[in-house]
């Protein structure tokens, strides 16, 4: 587990380095073009203030895009709640934010940069369908990467 964390980690670092040498590749190919520096200038703090903002804002926008409704304790949505719970206590992490995603389908995501900042929505279509053992061995939980990962509920 903790080497798949490590590689998303990885793989997170490599994929904004690599926007970021596309998008300063672009600013100095116009910089040549039109023969001014400050293009090139310009456009990498355009592209570095971008990418911070979906570093520290992808989580709320996955959210958002798919309609989560947060539960915020145990009388919202106690299945949901406590499963969630005794999978935080179990793992030592700390307990996410919890969604609930208006959608028959059933699957389920997990979003965060680090265990500390996390949120974790499902569907309800899930809970038609799972029994205590699948849910617990589908229940995802965020890895500490920007990334988000699914997984189907059994």
């Known amino acids: 587990m903790y080497r798949a964390i490590a590689r998303n980690k990885r793989n997170t670092v490599f994929t904004i380095l690599l926007?970021?040498?596309?998008?300063?590749?672009l600013g100095y190919l116009a910089a040549v073009i039109y023969g001014d520096l400050t293009i090139v200038v310009v456009t990498l703090v355009i592209a570095i203030g971008y990418a911070l903002f979906q570093y520290f804002t992808a989580d709320r926008q996955a959210l958002a895009m798919s309609g989560a409704v947060e539960i915020r304790g145990v009388s919202d949505h106690p299945r949901l709640w406590r499963t969630v719970e005794?999978?935080?206590i179990t793992t030592g992490t700390p307990m996410p934010r919890v969604f609930v995603v208006s959608d028959p389908a059933p699957n389920a995501f997990a979003t965060g940069r680090d265990p500390r900042v996390r949120s974790s929505p499902r569907r309800p279509g899930c809970s038609r369908s799972w029994t205590?053992?699948?849910s617990?061995?589908?229940?995802?939980?965020?890895?500490?990467?920007c990334a988000t990962t699914t997984s189907a509920c059994r």
């Not at 926007?19 to 590749?25: D, N, P, Q, S, Y």
């Not at 617990?136 to 990467?145: E, I, L, Q, V």
């Open 132 to 134: 205590t053992p699948n």
């Open 136 to 145: 617990r061995a589908s229940w995802p939980m965020s890895s500490g990467t």
């Open 19 to 25: 926007f970021l040498a596309i998008v300063g590749g």
């Open 86 to 88: 005794n999978l935080s």
